[in-house]
């Protein structure tokens, strides 16, 4: 017998020590610089300053709207996509769904360069197309993040439903809009979730493509940069609460196998 | 309840089914013309099918998995086209049809209700799609819910129904659209026992009182002689016989479907005489005209084996297993090296002596079928003459084969006048004696490994079919007993194969 028993409730050590370290600790460090000055004492100025400094609303409303250009434009782009990978009856369908997914494994700032230099060409100047660059770069980025769940989704979805439909009177495109659409919604969803948040922020794209415009990641990071942690924390938390107002919403129509399609990458 | 309480036939708007059913019970409703259903591959799932269908007949494609039996239902339904062959629904080909066009509906095996929907929904999904009034898709869901016995249900979801219920709603959803052919998968596949047995009389029942034609695939021989009017009996994509239930019991075309239907006897025979029949070394009367001389399999059900004692029975063996079946008794009797299964309602003792009677109305003759293996082959000419045999080759000696043929000096084969044969206008019939043929599970013993496809016990062996990796089927008799889908390697003696010239 040995003196030290292991339990499961050990095995959840490690976690737990991951949690503290890695998500409450940092969370409750915004927390405090978003409610505190310079001096250290606990103020809202950093909350109504965000509602006030039209120049940070402006930002979060340019933001919306090019993740929601951003992801609509993925979303045309990759359903269709997504759909002819899973319902056809192609062979070395895999490698396909691998040529889509091959670009998330190149370094992320050679793709980004690479595509600068494609739209550089294009356009003369990437400073005439500020928004349009913008929306390319995301799309580029986070195409495969759309594609994936709605794959994983159409493809478990039951043949015999299409052919039932079209027992039941439905032409193919009857059968589409009535049936494959609607059970394809968990998949669309998954795919907005992981395409509309990160579009938002990921001002990362943005700079690479020597663009003017500001989101609010951009936002917080000039805010960082200045080592203005307190506004920078405040605009943080509230994109924060605004992640977690939009998945309570969404969580209704996700279900766990498109959050594995999603994991893959 | 009774299943009765339960179908109201009045609640259709088209009461002249009914009618329409019995009255026009002689017109073919569906025709298929050697239909087939070939793949990529080659391999066909349905070869040449030929069937009518009248008006308001319940069907049944009845045969083991991989059969066609739902492949054939499939290009009823439309899902699937026929490579060859046209499909007649009221004298017009519908072969190219697509299924959202056709007045036939399906009830699936797994159901495949929607699961986004719920239960009015689903069933009123046809309906809507013909933008019937509101009121009367309303109408008419209500009364198929009622009929189905699931009265109230509309707004129920999918995933709270059990699966006797989901099968119910299946078939609500299929008939409310008034099909004239209603096409039924497996449709109790999934139940269990008892729920099966009540649903196949509400099934039957339904299907009187509304006059419709019923097409119903299974691979319950019982649920096939239970509900209709003509059972189709199908083994590899081909039909076997079609007939009443009675016929198809009573009188089976083959050993295949003997086999399949019921339990049965099935002994390897010879006519002896005018109505005389020879098998398990024993002479037997017969009502069945065969030919004297011909080789036959007869089949005796076991019921109608009478046991009597030793002295007074044709076939005299031991008791070697009685099993209590609740109405009978199954007994098992070795008779030499026969065996043979008998229902009696009288037990007996293993062990014990017995003499077994048949009447004459109680043997089957069926032609034997298949008593040899033929293959075609062709004559390769390479420095030497070979056969392709398989995939490999058979030498055999061409001289015998060729009536006045010999090989010249150079070793080229020459008719009576010294001229060249053409050797590939030829061609060899290779036959093999399916008892000459061993099977080994050894891949390497033999020329060639195949799979077991099919089997029946033939009283003192098993005929097994092998399908080889070349798609060749043999027949091989074989004492022991192999399971379905084994493995096994052929083993064909070259001096037991025989050779003969095609015409």
């Keep these: 017998m040995s003196v030290f028993r292991f339990s499961r409730k050990q095995l959840g050590i490690p976690y737990a020590l991951f949690l503290m370290f890695f998500v ?51 979303l045309i782009i990759a359903y269709p996509i997504a759909y002819v990978l899973a319902r056809s009856n192609m062979r070395h369908k895999s490698v396909i769904v691998m040529i889509f997914v091959l670009p998330m494994w190149i370094n992320f700032t050679l793709r980004i360069t690479a595509l600068k230099e494609i739209l550089t060409v294009i356009e003369g100047n990437l400073a005439f197309h500020p928004f349009l660059n913008s929306v390319i770069g995301m799309c580029y980025d986070f195409l495969p993040f759309m594609i994936l769940p709605m794959y994983t989704t159409l493809m478990k979805l039951d043949g015999t439903l299409l052919e039932a439909a079209n027992d039941l ?87 766990d196998t498109n959050a594995r399609g999603g994991a893959i990458l | 309840m009774s299943p009765d309480k339960k179908l109201k036939p009045d609640l259709w708007q088209k009461e002249d089914w009914e009618l329409e059913g019995k009255t026009g019970s002689k017109v073919n409703i569906i025709e298929l013309k050697s239909i087939t259903r070939r793949f990529e591959d080659g391999f066909a799932a349905v070869e040449d099918m030929n069937l009518e269908i009248k008006r308001g007949e319940f069907v049944t494609f009845l045969g083991p998995s991989g059969c066609g039996k739902t492949t054939t239902l499939r290009m009823i339904a439309g899902f699937e086209i026929p490579t060859e062959g046209q499909i ?21 095996q797994r ?65 409310v659209n008034e099909p004239e052919i209603l096409l039924l998968d497996e449709p109790l596949g999934a139940l269990d026992l008892k729920m099966r047995k009540e649903m196949q009389l509400e099934l039957k029942s339904m299907h009187e009182k509304l006059g419709i034609t019923f097409i119903y695939v299974t691979h319950d021989q019982e649920e096939a002689l239970t509900m209709s009017d003509k059972i189709v009996v199908m083994s590899e994509g081909r039909v076997q016989q079609i007939g009443t239930p009675e016929d198809i019991y009573n009188e089976p075309k083959n050993a295949f479907v003997a086999d399949f239907i019921g339990d049965s006897n099935i002994f390897n025979g010879i006519m002896t005489d005018k109505l005389k029949v020879r098998f398990c070394g024993t002479q037997f009367d017969c009502l069945d005209d065969v030919p004297h001389g011909t080789l036959i399999d007869a089949v005796v059900r076991p019921e109608d084996v009478i046991i009597t004692s030793e002295e007074e029975g044709a076939i005299k063996g031991v008791v070697t297993s009685v099993i209590f079946k609740g109405v009978h008794y199954e007994i098992t009797v070795e008779s030499g ?22 009447e004459p109305d109680g043997i089957h003759i069926m032609i034997a079928e298949h008593t040899l293996n033929k293959i075609e ?103 022991d007993l192999w399971n379905m889908e084994d493995r096994v390697s052929l083993i064909i003696p070259e001096d037991k194969i025989e050779y003969s010239l095609k015409k």
């Excluded at chain 1, 409610?35 to 940070?56: A, I, K, M, V, W």
């Design chain 1, 169 to 255: 009177g439905a032409s193919p495109l009857q059968t589409f809009l009535k049936v494959t659409l609607p059970l394809s919604v968990p998949g669309i969803v998954s795919g907005i979730v992981m395409v509309l948040l990160p579009s938002m922020t990921n001002y990362v794209v943005l700079d690479m493509l020597y663009n003017s415009t500001y989101i609010m990641g951009s936002l917080i990071g000039s805010y960082f940069a200045a080592y203005d942690w307190h506004n920078g924390s405040m605009i943080s938390l509230i994109l924060l609460l605004i992640i977690l107002i939009f998945t309570l919403f969404t969580n209704q129509y996700e279900d």
């Design chain 2, 377 to 479: 082959s062709n004559i390769v000419f390479d420095k030497e003459y070979y056969l392709e045999f398989l995939d490999g080759e058979l030498k055999c000696d061409f001289t015998k084969l060729i009536p006045g043929s010999h090989m010249d000096e150079a070793g080229v084969l020459v008719d009576a006048n010294g001229d060249e044969i053409d050797t590939d206008k030829l061609k060899v019939v290779i036959s093999v004696k399916p008892d000459d043929i061993s099977m080994s599970d050894d891949e390497e013993a033999g020329i060639i490994s195949g799979k077991i496809i099919n089997l029946i016990y033939k009283g003192d062996h098993y005929s097994y079919v092998v399908r080889t990796d070349v798609d060749q089927d043999f027949i091989v008799d074989d004492e």
């Design chain 2, 88 to 108: 007649l629904l009221h004298g017009e080909d519908i072969s190219g049809m697509p299924a959202y066009e056709r007045p036939i509906n399906t009830v699936f």
């Design chain 2, 111 to 175: 159901y495949a209700l929607f699961p986004h929907m719920n239960i009015y929904d689903n069933i009123a999904f046809g309906l809507k799609l013909k933008k019937l009034p509101k009121a009367e898709i309303k109408k008419k869901v209500k009364r198929v819910l009622e009929m189905v016995d699931l009265e109230g249900f509309e707004t129920r979801k999918v995933s709270t129904l059990s699966g006797g219920q989901q099968q119910r709603i299946a078939i609500a959803r299929a008939l």
């Design chain 2, 337 to 358: 090296k026969n065996e043979i299964v008998i229902q009696s309602t009288k037990a007996a003792k293993v062990g014990d002596r017995v003499g077994l009677n048949i």
């Design chain 1, 24 to 74: 409450v600790a940092p969370l409750l460090v915004i927390i405090y610089y978003a409610f505190t000055n310079g001096e250290g004492r606990f103020t809202l100025d950093n909350l109504s300053g965000f509602f006030t400094d039209p120049n940070t609303i402006g930002t979060l409303f340019y933001s919306f709207a090019l993740a929601i250009v951003t992801t609509a434009v993925c």
